[in-house]
Structure formats: C-alpha cells, structure tokens
C-alpha cells in the first residue's frame, strides 16, 4: 500500500475520479472517494484531486456529500486559490431541498478557517436561522459562535443577538440549548447571556422536553436568575417539583438549595402536621442530594417529631435521625420516644425504618441506642406479628453476633438514595438468567462471593444467646438478662435444595427406574400442546435434568426426569400425556423413604409444571 509522497496514488484516484464508467456506477464512485479519504487521512498529499472532488459533490448521495464536505474542508486553506470554488459549491447547497444538504453544507462552511470567509456565510447563516427545518436552525445557531470569533474583537453584532433572543422560543429543544451556548460565546465579553424573569419561566417550562444534558445546560444558566419574591421562589420550585425525582435531579436541587433551606425552616414555626410532613419529606431528598445544607437542615430538625403523624413523615424524620443523628442532639431520644409507642404504630414501614435507623445510630453512639435497641428487637422478634419487621429484626440480631466490624460494613457502605426503591427502573431479564439467584443475597455480593461465601458456611450453627463479647465496647448487654432466655431463632426449616448441574445417564437412569418402585403419582389436568423447549428451560432453572422428552406433537407425549438433592437423594420422574385423556400423569421415585423431600420435590414439580403449562385451575 502506497503511503506519503506517491504521486502514483494520486494519478490513480484522480483517472478514477474522471472515469465515466465509475462515475456512471454510483457505489464503485463512492468508493473511490472513500479511498482517497482513506488515503488523506493516512497523511497522503490527496489535494492533487481537488478539482475532481469538488465535482463529486454534485450528487444526491448524502453519504458522498459528507466525504467530499470533509475533503473540501481539509484541502480549501492550503489551496486559496481553488477555496473560492469549493465556497461556491457549499453555498449552492445550503439553498438545496433537503435539509440535510442544506445542514451539512452550513456546517462545513462554518468549519473552514481562512481568511476572508466570514463575508461568503453571512448570509447563508442568517437564513439557516429563519430556515423551517429544525436541524438546519441548530446548525445556523452554533455557525453564528464561529462566524463571531472569526470576527475576533469586532463588534457584536447587535441584530444577530436579539436574533438570538428570539430563538430562545423555537420549538425544538435543541435548538433552544444552541441558542444559550452561542449567545453565552458571542457576549462573552459583557458578562455572558442575560437570564431574566421572562426567559427563566420560560426556561423552566421547556425542561420537561430537554434530554438530561440540555437540562443541565440549562440549569447552568438558570443559576445566574435572583427570585424578586418568595412567591416567585415557590413558583419556581413547583416548577422543579417532578424533576427532583428524576434520575439525575442533583443539579436541579442545588440551583436553589440555601433559600429553599430558609423557607422550610421558616415553614416549620407554622407547627401544622401536614405542612411539617411535607418539608420532613423535602429536607430528606435535600440532604441525600445535596450534602453541603446537611448542617443547616439538622439544626432545624429538634421539635419536628411533635407534629408529625403522617407514616410518610415519620420514616422521613427517623432516616434522618439515624444517618445523621450524630449532629443532633436529641435523635437517641426521638428514637426512644418511637420505640416506646412501637407497638401502637400500625405501618410496618415504620417499624422497619426505626430498626434500620436505631442500629445505625447504635454505631455512633452506642452507650445512648444500646438499651433501647435492645428492647427494639427484642419487641420485634418475640412480639411483632409482621413477618417482614420480624424477618429485618433477626437479620440485625444475627448480624450483630458476627460483630460492630460487620455491622459497620453492611450499614455504611455507600447510601442509596432512600426515596427510591433498590428495584426501580431495573431493566427486563430472561427468567433463566435471575431465577437461580432467587432467594439467595447475590444481588447483594455478587455471584463469586456469594459462592465463596456459601462453600463456607458450616453445619454447625451459632445459639442464640447474644454473647458479651469485645466487639460491643459498651456498658452492658444489648438485650435485657430477663429477655434473653426468651429470644430463640427459628428452626431450620430443612428446605429442599437441589444439586445444580446434577448429570445422570440414560443407561444410569434406567437402571435405577427399575430397580425403585413409584413412591408418587399424581394426575394433572391439562391443555394445549406441550412445549419441550420451554419445559425444559424451566426445569433447568430448579436444577431439574430432563433425560429423555417426546418431540412436540408426539402421542403419547412422554418426559424421563431427574434430580439430586444436597443429602445425595436422588429423584426420578416420568411424565405422561396420553393423547384421549387431558390429564398429564407424573409419577415419581425416590431412593430414600423421606416424606418430607418427597413432598418438597413434588410442589416443586407442580410449580413448574403449572407455570409453563395449560392447568385449569
């Protein structure tokens, strides 16, 4: 392959270039433009071509047009007098009937530097400006930044800016954030664009058609705006109101962070329960995105508990009394006040927000959490009939036992924003992918760990005694000496855990079919036809092997099963659909005489079955 300084290359591209036969064939013609791009963006002299390029432009090829733009625009500096006649072809297609010509014509011009050439795209800028293609206005804007610093220090063009102004209105997004980008570089010199009361109101209502860059943007700007009034403060903030649950709200909530904090201070004095609610909630989301009015925020939280009622309020208040109860004074008390009326609160949130809250302030200061944390648990393990508060209440309670070292690293890892749910907006997964992980904590560790961490996992089994160990710096047991005999973690239930990757053979599986008798058979009713494929995948996900299967269509239809079981049990199923009957006849055996795995394997065969096929209920 030729590279720099052959001159053979060039009289090649350039017979090429001027060969009617390639030019009569519009790909073998692009493709030799795309050659001499190649070649030029290799470091090869390609201006020899100039000439021929510029011709090639004459095409409705928009791919081509955009190879020739490119071309043009590299060449044209270094060769002034054959600029002109490139100028002339870009100029001839910014009037041309499609906007995307006339966009990319404009946008070239725009990018050619040399001199002289702000007085050729003056005009074809001011009537991309006006032009009704959207695509073509954004361009003509951002080309109005570059014909300006082309100008260098000369004046600024006052009708251009109020031009400008004006596009602020247009009804393309886009084109709204080009014209704050080029008036913001064209008044460079004054300050930057004015932002003032009728632009920035405007400016708020279009944020619901900005992309999060544009609301960025935006906001950048919306920053240099004063409120005149409270009133006007509060217009504005409703208008902010939808975006402060957006997925990237922290610049919209530090635009007006100190004020807003002044406000719902001043609004706490009214000591009405909703309103107090409300600003609780706000300065929740306050502090989560915008960590500097954390101080200010604490100091005005002392007293709100006596006003809110609201369960909403209260998980409010009490998140910010165990994340931040280390500036507050009261928040060991708050939090007794909570767990001493615990067993009157009727919204489990709460109470799972007041166990989350309480340990974490225990972290911080254990010798004013420990007794009333103790009492906590001990309420919701032994007492409370919520088995999501119990379930929160036993994972603290054992995780405590692994010692303040774990407990610290579970609780303060990175925080998550509290107003969003750990699962929203979690894009779809094929079942197959998710179903093993099921009911086990790798969403938390992550599938290596969570293996590591389960290989290690022994038989033996801690007692529930709280031990008085070193790990817990404090005066005392966390739980009460008369309560502690009476806190007993539940029995292991014994479940059925399936062997994942479980193989037998054909000839193994017969063998061993033979030589058991059925220990279960159930009938179904069924309909419809049954899908192998789909079956199958199901029945992998639970660690089910299949042996044999019908192909579908099959009469009878039949399924050869097997599975595994962590004590080395092992279980065999056929499946049987006999084409006048629609039933489905599962029958099963089993190597040892446990009724109780029998069982556990049987529900989780009708699972399956029922899930994927047509069962009648």
Sequence with gaps: MPYLGSEDVVKELKKALCNPHIQADRLRYRNVIQRVIRHMTQGVD???????????????????????????????????????????TLCKDCSDPNPMVRGLALRSMCSLRMPGVQEYIQQPILNGLRDKAS?????????????HNLHGDSEVDGALVNELYSLLRDQ?????????????????QEGGVVINKPIAHHLLNRMSKLDQWGQAEVLNFLLRYQPRSEEELFDILNLLDSF????????????????????????????????????????????????????????????????IQDSEGKQALIWLLGVHGEKIPNAPYVL???????????????????????????????????????????????????????????FYYRLLLAGIDEVK????????????????????????????????????????????????????????????????????????????????????????????????????????WLSLKVAHQQVFPWQGAVHPDTLQMALQVVNIQTIAMSRAGAQPWKAYLSAQDDTGCLFLTELLLEPENSEM?????????????????????????????DIKP
């Design 585 to 613: 006849q599962i029958s099963v055996k089993h190597s040892e005489a446990s009724t109780d795995t029998l069982s556990s394997f049987i529900s989780v065969l009708e699972t399956v079955i029922g899930t994927i096929g």
């Design 409 to 512: 690293r579970i609780l303060c890892s990175p925080k998550s924003d509290p107003s969003l749910g750990l699962l929203e907006d979690q894009a779809e997964r094929p079942v197959n992918s998710w179903a093993l992980d099921f009911n086990t904590l790798v969403p938390v560790y992550g599938k290596a760990r969570w293996a590591t961490i389960s290989k290690c996992q022994g038989a033996e089994r801690r007692g529930p005694e709280l031990r008085n160990t070193a790990s817990f710096a404090a005066s005392g047991p966390l739980i009460p000496e008369e309560n502690k005999e009476r806190v007993q973690e539940p029995p292991d239930s014994g479940a059925l855990m399936l062997v994942p990757n479980h193989q037998l053979t054909a000839e193994h599986f017969e063998k061993t």
């Design 244 to 307: 402060l649950k957006s997925s990237s709200p922290g610049g919209i909530a530090r635009t007006y962070t100190d004020q807003c904090v002044q406000i719902l201070t001043e609004l706490l004095g009214l000591r009405q329960e909703h309103i107090t609610t409300v600003v609780v909630q706000t300065f929740r989301d306050l502090v989560w995105l915008c960590p500097q009015c954390t101080e200010a925020v604490c100091q005005a939280l002392p007293g709100c508990e006596e006003n």
């Design 336 to 394: 007794e006040d909570f767990v001493e009326n615990v067993k009157s609160e009727t919204f489990p949130a709460v109470k799972m927000e007041l166990l989350t809250s309480l340990l974490r302030l225990f972290l911080s200061r254990p010798a004013e959490c420990q007794d009333t944390l103790g009492r906590l648990l001990y309420y919701c393990i032994e007492e409370e009939k919520d088995m999501a508060v119990r379930d929160r209440g036993l």
């Design 46 to 88: 390609m201006s020899g071509v100039f000439m021929e390029m510029v011709k090639a432009s004459a095409t409705v090829d928009i791919v081509q047009k955009k190879m020739v733009y490119l071309y043009m625009c590299t060449y044209a500096p270094l060769k002034p007098d054959l600029a002109l006649l490139a100028i002339n």
């Design 172 to 188: 393309d997004p886009i084109v709204v954030v080009n014209c704050l980008r080029s008036l913001e570089e064209i008044l460079k």
């Design 135 to 147: 695509y073509v206005r954004r361009v003509a804007i951002l080309g109005c930044a570059k014909m």
